[in-house]
T-cell receptor, first 114, second 110 residues
Framework: AQSVTQPDIHITVSEGASLELRCNYSYGATPYLFWYVQSPGQGLQLLLK??????LVQGIKGFEAEFKRSQSSFNLRKPSVHWSDAAEYFCAVGVGEYGNKLVFGAGTILRVKS | SQTIHQWPATLVQPVGSPLSLECTVE??????LYWYRQAAGRGLQLLFY??????ISSEVPQNLSASRPQDRQFILSSKKLLLSDSGFYLC?????????FGQGTRLTVV
């Protein structure tokens, strides 16, 4: 069965420091992979997505993610975190006939300290 | 551009009462529509999805049901709420491989 694992429930980083959020997936076919961000009490906003091609994907707000098939990973990175990045981040894999159903990880809550 | 509306934003309901959450999409036709639930401290779980009017697929057995009476309208319902139905409910519409989410409904069953 398809699954997504985000091993870190909480992460705290200092403002200006680099960030890496981990994501591992289990899916038999070529995955469609996504990172979403959720501010408290809000819906989800898409940060970036990977369908095919270049394994390093650029997203909004200065985020990027790298798809590594050999490790079944799709880690999210940002070189310098801003206080406004504090939120919950979800990794997801698209499954189904057209990859249009999302299976989400449990999320990682990012705290930014000044 | 496409927009998705979901209401109400918050809802407090007693155990055993009925539920109706509504979601509408503008700016697109024949979208795939989804209901997700986010329980406290957990990720999002797909509850229902629909590829067309009257076509509903349930992903997990539960106390809830969904209906799609119009192309761009998706309704989540329950006849009798349970405490375990509390959570954050998100409606989404999708094109081929990307989902766009509403602002969510925080449901508290008391």
């Amino acid at each position: 069965a398809q699954s997504v694992t985000q091993p870190d429930i909480h992460i705290t980083v200092s403002e200006g420091a680099s960030l890496e959020l981990r994501c591992n997936y289990s899916y038999g076919a070529t995955p469609y992979l996504f990172w979403y961000v959720q501010s408290p009490g809000q819906g989800l906003q898409l940060l970036l997505k990977y369908f095919s091609g270049d394994t390093l994907v650029q997203g909004i707000k200065g985020f990027e993610a790298e798809f590594k098939r050999s490790q079944s990973s799709f880690n999210l990175r940002k070189p310098s975190v801003h206080w406004s990045d504090a939120a919950e981040y979800f990794c997801a894999v698209g499954v189904g006939e057209y990859g249009n159903k999302l299976v989400f990880g449990a999320g990682t809550i990012l705290r930014v300290k000044s | 551009s496409q927009t998705i509306h979901q209401w109400p934003a918050t809802l407090v309901q007693p155990v055993g009462s009925p539920l109706s959450l509504e979601c509408t999409v503008e700016g697109t036709s024949n979208p795939n529509l989804y209901w997700y639930r986010q329980a406290a401290g957990r990720g999002l779980q797909l509850l229902f999805y629909s590829v067309g009017i009257g076509q509903i697929s349930s992903e997990v057995p539960q106390n809830l049901s969904a209906s799609r009476p119009q192309d761009r309208q998706f309704i989540l319902s329950s006849k009798k709420l349970l405490l375990s139905d509390s959570g954050f409910y998100l409606c989404a519409w999708g094109d081929r491989v990307e989902a766009f989410f509403g602002q969510g409904t925080r449901l508290t069953v008391v």
